[in-house]
């Protein structure tokens, strides 16, 4: 057993958290560069998202699953997904997603789950965190997702799109509004 | 991570800014009924938002709240007598009533009506429960009075208690939609604490140590669903509501108390912890509420005769590493009031958002901030009354609840969500 000392200096002491001693904290960075990989899983998704791809985003790429994107996710290698950059070129799966530190999911309608699965197998397999974000508002608006015949248990759009995410999702967001996707990118330095 | 001026935007309160007009839009705890016991008794001095005011009751029993300082010469109130039906400075002996209506001017003629002339701001105090509510805003728009449900229940069904945190309300706010902290920071305290321990939802948060989060707006704020695997096909969930601007609850074990909080602006570095317990079914039994009074569960114990905290800054929060070590406590810091006091107030009076590298799992934080910022500038640009302030928004409770797999628990657990007074809360 080592001898305490008590601090006796402001600093040492948990009397330091004043707004003077702030002053003195240290002032480098503490993180680096991110590489954030953002997935709209349906058209209204996309449309979302690509509406602010142009914010000077730190190391996002924006990317959309193109329509034939709802495929079967046991047959569908990382590279036959059906996938698009903003301007409207195509892309990979498997470059895109090495080497990101963060995946989200956005989906509005719940369409795609296959497309959802595949590209959360991915982020699994390189132990990259995936999460999802429901636009709840935009389903609303837009009736009932597509994808759920009309009598199965989650009919009811909301839980529709939960339910294309929930599997794959480590963490997920039901939001009202596509204003939270720029909310959300910039408090994770996307 | 936060843009300054977004963190200025929340974080500042005084008369004046655009927060502090959001929380002037509201009814808020300004004092523990018992602060005021008695007709006649000592005026307390109260810091709200910025403001320095003095709180009394009257001779018939009317609360006052009103600048702390008299308009002749600026002395505080605090030294004033509390005498038929008012509040009279020692100085030169001007009296002002519960509205701040100065009714008394000695040394002028009665006739003068100078007196008439003279009003300190005063705002409202009205009891409801344990608490004494003031609104700071506009008094021809003021909200209908609140209807939260810890306050309305029977006095014998809920226990409320306040301390001092050394820190800006939105830091020790966000403690109370950080969900992911739980499993670490309280992690010694589910088996221990007589207020949580016992109830069959435990099993799960031992069993699961990782929890998956659901976070979903609500009308009047946020649902934070924690959820963790139950029984084949199950997921046991815990949901978290907060309702703005600071309105939080815990979500209960088996047939425990309630429990939750609301955190209140002091000043820019300084802010009120409420701490409140309730069953809304049932008397809280002496144990429980002995357990609450030696500061278990979200209580905590004081410097005697103060609101601060007994663990506080000036002792290191009686760090005990010997503990820390053992695993009996994870911080080391005894309690879970002040294991989240400790950390919140150690990150400086406000937090450099700026600095911070927020993770997926920080989502129900980054959803508060989020619609916050929406509610404070759609009232300052707009003039739109923000979330929260409707009773109905503020009829919420806490759930604990295990659920088929598929279901999205905000639609679910609609009823359960809601405060339905005198039936009892899903928990288990
Ligand atoms: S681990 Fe969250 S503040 Fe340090
Ligand atoms: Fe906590």
């Known amino acids: 057993m080592t001898d305490q000392t008590r601090p006796t200096l402001l600093a040492s002491c948990a009397s330091a958290s004043t707004a003077a001693e702030a002053r003195f904290r240290v002032n480098y960075p503490n993180s680096g560069r991110r590489r954030s990989r953002i997935f709209a899983l349906d058209g209204p998704a996309a449309e979302a998202m690509f509406a602010i791809t142009e914010a000077p985003w730190q190391g996002a790429h924006f990317l959309a699953v193109g329509s034939g994107g709802d495929v079967d996710p046991e047959a569908t290698g990382a590279d036959d997904l059906p ?34 699965e595949v590209i959360a197998r991915e982020a699994y397999h390189r132990h990259i965190m995936c999460g999802g974000l429901a636009l709840a508002g935009t389903a609303l608006a837009n009736g009932r997702g597509s994808g759920a015949p009309a009598s199965s248990p989650d009919s009811d759009p909301t839980s529709h799109v939960v339910n294309t995410l929930r599997p794959f999702a480590s963490i997920l967001v039901v939001a009202r509004d596509a204003d939270f996707i720029p909310a959300m990118l910039n408090a994770l330095r996307a | 991570m936060l843009r300054k001026d977004v963190n200025d935007l929340l974080t500042q309160t005084d008369s004046g800014t655009p927060m502090g007009d959001m929380f002037r839009q509201y009814w808020i705890p300004a004092l523990l009924a018992s602060e005021l016991p008695e007709d006649d008794c000592a005026p307390v001095r109260v810091k709200l938002l910025g403001e320095r005011l003095i709180a009394f009751r009257d001779s018939k029993g009317r609360y006052g709240l009103m600048d702390e300082f008299c308009a002749h010469r600026g002395v505080s109130l605090w030294f004033g007598r509390n005498e038929e039906g008012g509040l009279r400075c020692p100085y030169h002996g001007w009296k002002y009533d519960y509205t701040g209506q100065c009714i008394e001017v000695p040394s002028e003629p009665d006739e003068s009506g100078f007196c008439e002339k003279v009003k300190l701001q005063a705002y409202p105090l009205i ?13 021809e728009d003021r909200p209908p009075k609140p209807t939260w449900e810890f306050a309305t229940v029977p006095a014998e069904q809920t226990y409320t208690s306040k301390r001092w945190q050394e820190c800006n309300w939105l830091q020790a706010m966000e403690g109370g939609i950080d969900s992911s902290h739980v499993s670490f920071l309280h992690s010694g305290g589910l088996k221990s604490d007589p207020l949580f321990k016992g109830a069959k939802g435990n099993q799960y948060n031992h069993a699961d140590k990782k929890p998956v989060f659901e976070v979903t707006e609500a009308e009047g704020g946020l649902y934070i669903g924690a959820r963790r695997n139950a029984e084949e096909g199950h997921f046991y969930w815990r949901i978290t509501p907060w309702v703005m601007p600071s309105f939080t609850m815990v979500p209960p074990r088996g047939d425990h108390p309630m429990h939750g909080h609301f955190w209140i602006p002091i000043d820019d570095e300084n802010c009120w912890a409420w701490s409140f317990d309730y069953h809304p079914t049932r008397a809280l039994t002496e144990a429980e509420v002995q357990y609450m009074r030696d500061g278990h569960g979200v209580h905590n114990e004081y410097v005697p005769g103060t609101f601060r905290p007994l663990q506080n800054k000036d002792n290191d929060y009686m760090m005990d590493r010997d503990a820390q070590k053992r695993g009996d406590t994870y911080s080391g810091i005894k309690g879970i009031a002040m294991q989240d006091a400790s950390l919140q107030e150690s990150m400086g009076p406000i937090v450099d958002r700026t600095k911070e590298n927020l993770v997926s799992t920080d989502n129900g934080i980054i959803m508060a901030r989020h619609r916050l910022r929406k509610a404070v500038t759609a009232l300052r640009d707009k003039g739109v009354t923000p979330p929260g302030r409707d009773p109905a928004h503020q009829m919420v409770r806490s759930v604990a609840v295990v659920l088929p797999a598929d279901q999205p628990y905000a639609e679910t657990c609609k009823e359960d969500l809601a405060a339905r007074p005198g039936q009892k809360h899903t928990s288990v």
């Open chain 1, 83 to 116: 996938l698009s950059h903003p301007d409207g070129t195509g892309a990979k799966l498997s470059e895109e997603i090495e080497g990101a530190d963060v995946v989200v999911l956005i989906s509005s309608t719940g369409e795609n789950a296959g497309a959802a």
């Open chain 2, 127 to 139: 009891k409801i429960g344990d608490i004494l509510w003031t609104h700071m805003g506009d008094k």
